[in-house]
Every structure is written in structure tokens, then in C-alpha cells.
């Protein structure tokens, strides 16, 4: 990914919305919300579209740049961060038009993808019913044969931007199967044709929802996206698309640089901005993995539900620290009423549970990171081994030495610096191994020779620790802390792998005890609460190589895997009742250690502040 291209993009974007012509045209979005109308975004979007900065990430014979996912992700960040109405975009650009550019015919793409690209033409999707809400197995909305095309039947609910949207993708059934999920076709269908009409159902946030009604839509078999009946698979892979979480991202980082945060709520702040920040690490890996055209819908669900629920979080504390004006018309007012639809919106949080529960937990000693560099998986899987068959009677001499063969203590590890060192450090952590490792490596943060290279095979110390931090965390290096973070995430990550395991063996009532849904529900939120964790250390180790960390944030991720390390232990002894409490328990053991890990640095509420100061 060029973060060059994306650079460009965004000063391109910038210039574009603030030069003369662009400021007529938000005097009219303005007007629009004065008098208490929609504001209609398309004049800001056909002058974005004029010169391809719409649709980036598409080719270029369909009006785009070929640039990467990132760039259009960008585009979505800056029309947010310029109060442009974001949502048709999102659905026209992101949502349906690179579903047909993924799975349209050639003759779909070129008849609606360069006007997409141009803002010539919106799209909107019409999935939602009254009665079935997002749950497709029972959709009504019907689609039978008429001469050699279609005709579709139904009441579509709950889009917005509808009325502006030329285009709706429509999902209908197209015959009964014998599973609820095959028999579902997608259309595309022109929201003018006749036998259509567009109301309104009145919504708490600013934009109402549309009630779209088809009585008897005729459209040709062209129409149909994908094969008929068998809609399910490509609407999944839809369905990942509006779940990359990037536009939760940018309004959440929105309504944080809005609110004057009071000295007393600096801690509350530093969480939220740290949590903000793994929301935005976790969609870039999910954006990365569309542009690779790998499409995990596990990944995407848990994506979905980290960004929603730390937007709305957002969107509530900023109400709650401010002043009753807040909740006067403005943006933190707005923000507040939109708040509970991103939870509801492509899919509610339960249903991204219900996905990362039945699917997304880890399998014993196969809990590895999705999404990871080939070199970093092989050596998550060398520092696995050694660490699983460390001999506790004799640390010293039987893990440092094949530490040492792996490169862990040559500067700059393998060649892939403190991205290399953050896997190790999970992985020692996973066993709840140290011995010295992660002093020793901020000792070697002080060799100011970037060629240099220290044998360790053969180092023995006293019980005394290499370097000595004390409780003064500002004068701990950015890195070390992201290594401690990796280490507290990779303790987290075995106690919940061990958790996961006992949870479907134990039984209760006749049944596996993850068989009960708020058991895995709860082990969902940890998986998820990790994978963030994780998405930010690994985010930050990258800026640290590449020397463009915030550092502040470093104390914000220690914080946050220090939090996750204790919550998930005290979670696993629950789940493994009173067994748990023996010796013979795989997370008794967990539960001793990360407080005492944790102690070992400054307190949480500490951390967030200082990541909250800094901003």
C-alpha cells in the first residue's frame, strides 16, 4: 500500500472541496438542514467525480485510478471530515459498485460503473423488510418469470438516501428451496420504473428512513446480478463490504476532535482515542484483505462490530462530558441521534456475535492472527514451538539459545524490526515466558549502531532485571511499551484459546456449555477486544519502524492490552467454574499472572491519560 497515493488523494480531495465552486455548493447543503430538508449531496459528488476522485480504487476504464482499497477509504474519511453527507457515497461507490464490479456482468459494469464513478448515477441496497429485518432466510419480497424477463412484488424498509438514489439492488426470492437461504435473487432495478413508490418512515437520526413498495417491477433478465437463485454467497461477500467499518472510523475520530474534554475525563478520552485508533488498524487490515480479493466474513463481521460499537461509545461520552448546549442542534446532537443505528446498521452487533461465536473462535493451537505476513506467520509458529516446549526447570539454557538462532536479539529482528519482535513477544506471552526478553530488548533499543549485533545465546543474569522502569511510564520507551502490549496480548490470546477449548468439552444441562449464548457471546467480545488489541500493536510496531509513531499511543495500546489481559482471565476462570480454581486448571495460572503483569507498569487510568495529553 502506498501511503504516498493516499497522501495525494487526500490533498487532491481537500483542495477540490475547498476551492469556490465547492463552497456554493455546501452554502446549499447548509440551507438544506436550515430548513429542515435532506440535504441532497450529488452537486458535491459529480464535482468529485469530475476528476476521479470518487471511485480510486476502481480501473481506470471504469473511471477510477487504480489505487489501493486505503485510497478509497481516505475518500470516505475526508467527505465526513468536510460535513459532505457521506452515506450515498458509501452506498453507491463502496457498497454497490464494488459489488458489481466484483460480480456484475461485463455489460453491468459498463453501463452503470463509470457513472457511478462520475456521480452521474446512485445506487442504494433495498435487502431490509418490515417484518424480517436483516434476516434474508425469510424474505417475502418476490420475483417471478414475465415473458423473458421479471417481476418483482414487495415492500423494502429501513434505506436511507433512497430518494436520491437512481438505482436500488434488490434482493427477492425467485422460487422455494429447501433451505431458506437458496431460491434468493439480486436485481437491479431503476427506482422510476413504474410500479414503484418511495415514502418515508420518520427516523431518530437525521436521515429518514425510506419505505419502498414494488407492486409488480418489471425488469429485463439483464437485471439480474449473479446466478439466478443463488444469490446468497455473492450477498455474504456484499455484505463484507459494508462491514470494513471505515466510515464508523472517520465519524467517531470526528466526534472526538469536536468535544473540549474537561482535565477530569483525559483518562476517558486517551481509552476512547486508543479505541478509535484500533478501530482504525482493524478496518485497514479488513480493507487490505478486499483489495487482495480475500474475503473473510468472520473478519468482517468482527470489523463491523469493534468500529459500530466504539462509534457509538463515542458519540455517547461526548453527549455525557459536555455541557447541556451538546444537545442543541449541531453536529454533537446529530451525532448522538445517529448513534444507536450504528449498531443496528449491516448487520446488528448480536447478529456480528452470533457470526464470531459460531465460526471465528480460536481452535486449539491453531489461534493464529488472521491477515498476517507469510514471514511473520512462520515466525509466530518458530517462537510457538520453542515457547510450548520451554523447560521451566532451566529457562535460560533452553529458550535463549534457540531464540538466538531465530535473530530475535539482532537489531532490527530478521530484518522486519519491531514487527518481528511483537510476534515473539505474543508468543512468549501466549506461554507466560519472559526471563528477561523484553528488558533485554530495550536494552538493545539504546545501541545507537543499526548494523549491530549482540550474541545472547550464552547470557546469564541475576534475578535483577536488565533495565528497571520503575512506575515512571513517560520515561519508558514507545517501543518497549509496544512490546509489553504484544506480550499482555499474547498472554490474553492463551488464556482464551484454553478458554475456548473448555468451553466446547465442558458440558452443562446436556449440552456444551458454548452452546449457551451468552457464553459465547462473551467469549465473541474477547476474540473481538483481542483482534483490536492486536491490529493496533502491529500498527504501531510498523510506524515505529517506519519512524511516524504518535507516541502517545503507545501508552494507550499498553493500557488497552493490559485491561484486555485481566479481563479475559477473571472472563476464563468464570467459565471454568470450580475447576478453574485448582491446580490443574490451564488458566489458573493466567489468572495469578496478569495483574502482576500488569502491576509491572503504570496504572491503566495513568496510560490512557497520558495518551489522552498528548493528543
Known amino acids: 500500500m502506498s501511503f504516498q497515493s493516499t497522501d495525494v488523494v487526500v490533498k ?6 475547498a476551492g469556490e465552486q465547492a463552497r456554493g455548493l455546501f452554502a446549499a447543503v447548509a440551507a438544506d438542514r436550515g430548513a429542515g430538508r ?38 470516505v474519511g475526508e467527505l465526513i471530515a468536510a460535513g459532505v453527507p457521506e452515506v450515498l457515497h458509501t452506498l453507491s461507490v463502496q457498497i454497490c459498485g464494488n459489488f458489481i464490479l466484483a460480480s456484475g456482468t461485463d455489460e453491468q459494469r459498463a453501463a452503470l460503473l463509470p457513472g457511478l464513478a462520475s456521480g452521474a448515477i446512485t445506487m442504494t441496497v433495498l435487502y431490509s423488510e418490515a417484518d424480517v429485518g436483516s434476516d434474508l432466510s425469510t424474505l417475502e419480497t418476490r420475483a417471478e418469470r414475465a415473458g423473458t424477463g421479471w417481476r418483482i412484488t414487495g415492500r423494502k424498509v429501513y434505506s436511507v438516501k433512497t430518494g436520491f438514489a437512481d438505482y436500488g439492488l434488490v434482493a427477492a426470492r425467485t422460487s ?81 476532535r469536536t468535544v473540549k474534554v474537561p482535565d477530569a475525563a483525559r483518562a476517558d478520552y486517551g ?86 461465536a459460531n465460526s471465528g473462535l480460536p481452535a486449539p493451537d491453531a489461534d493464529l492472527p488472521a491477515g498476517e505476513e507469510p514471514l511473520a506467520v512462520e515466525l509466530r509458529k518458530a517462537v510457538r514451538a520453542i515457547a510450548t516446549a520451554y523447560d ?36 512468549l506471552g501466549r506461554e507466560l515466558h519472559d526471563d528477561g526478553f523484553l528488558d533485554t530488548l530495550t536494552a538493545l533499543d539504546g545501541v545507537d549502531e543499526p548494523e549491530a549485533d549482540l550474541d545472547l545465546s550464552r547470557l546469564w543474569t541475576d534475578e535483577r532485571e536488565v533495565v528497571r522502569t520503575g512506575r515512571d511510564a513517560a520515561a519508558v520507551p514507545a517501543a518497549a511499551r509496544i512490546r509489553r502490549a504484544a506480550w499482555l496480548c499474547g498472554l490474553a490470546a492463551g488464556c482464551l484459546a484454553r478458554t475456548v477449548q473448555r468451553a466446547r468439552l465442558r458440558e452443562q444441562f446436556g449440552r456444551p456449555l458454548i452452546a449457551n449464548q451468552d457464553v459465547a457471546f462473551r467469549l465473541a467480545r474477547l476474540k473481538i ?87
Open 529 to 615: 477486544q483481542h483482534d483490536a488489541a492486536w491490529a493496533l500493536i502491529t500498527e504501531l510496531a510498523g510506524r515505529q519502524d517506519d519512524g511516524t509513531l504518535q507516541e502517545s499511543l503507545a501508552a494507550g495500546v499498553l493500557a488497552e492490552a493490559g485491561t484486555l489481559a485481566v479481563t479475559t482471565t477473571r472472563e476464563a476462570l468464570q467459565l471454568h467454574g470450580a475447576f478453574g480454581m485448582t491446580a490443574q486448571s490451564p488458566v489458573r495460572r493466567y489468572y495469578l499472572a496478569a495483574p502482576a503483569a500488569v502491576a509491572a507498569d503504570a496504572p491503566a487510568a495513568d496510560l490512557y491519560a497520558e495518551a489522552g495529553e498528548q493528543a
Open 38 to 75: 435532506e440535504p441532497d449531496p450529488r452537486p458535491l459528488y459529480r464535482l468529485l467525480g469530475d476528476r476521479g476522485l470518487l471511485a480510486v480504487n476502481w480501473p481506470a476504464a471504469y473511471g477510477g485510478r487504480d489505487l489501493p482499497g486505503r485510497c478509497a477509504a481516505a475518500v
Open 271 to 356: 481509552r476512547l482515542r486508543t479505541r478509535v485508533a484500533a478501530a482504525r488498524a482493524l478496518a485497514a487490515r479488513c480493507v487490505d484483505q478486499l483489495d487482495s480479493g480475500r474475503v473473510d466474513p468472520v473478519g468482517a463481521a468482527a470489523t463491523k462490530y469493534w468500529t459500530s460499537e466504539t462509534a457509538r461509545a463515542v458519540a455517547w461520552w461526548c453527549t455525557d462530558v459536555g455541557d447541556p448546549a451538546a444537545l442543541r442542534p449541531g453536529r454533537l446532537d446529530s451525532a448522538y441521534r445517529e448513534a444507536p443505528g450504528l449498531t443496528l446498521s449491516a448487520g446488528t452487533s448480536e447478529m456480528m456475535l452470533e457470526l464470531v
Open 176 to 256: 422455494t428451496e429447501v433451505t431458506p437461504y437458496q431460491g434468493i435473487s439480486l436485481f437491479l432495478v431503476p427506482l422510476d420504473a413504474p410500479g414503484i413508490t418511495i415514502g418515508t418512515l420518520d427516523s431518530l437520526a437525521d436521515e429518514d428512513f425510506a419505505d419502498v413498495r414494488l407492486d409488480g417491477v418489471e425488469v429485463p433478465s439483464v437485471a439480474v446480478v449473479g446466478p439466478v437463485g443463488g444469490a446468497w454467497p455473492l450477498i455474504t461477500e456484499a455484505l463484507a463490504l459494508e462491514r470494513t467499518g471505515v466510515d464508523y472510523v472517520a465519524k467517531a475520530d470526528l466526534w472526538l
Open 392 to 427: 521451566e526447570r532451566d529457562p535460560a539454557r533452553a529458550c535463549w539459545p534457540e531464540l538466538a538462532k531465530l535473530g530475535a536479539f539482532q537489531l532490527g529482528a530478521l530484518g522486519l524490526g519491531l514487527r518481528a519482535q511483537v510476534v515473539c513477544c505474543a508468543e
Open 12 to 17: 487532491e480531495i481537500r483542495a477540490v472541496l
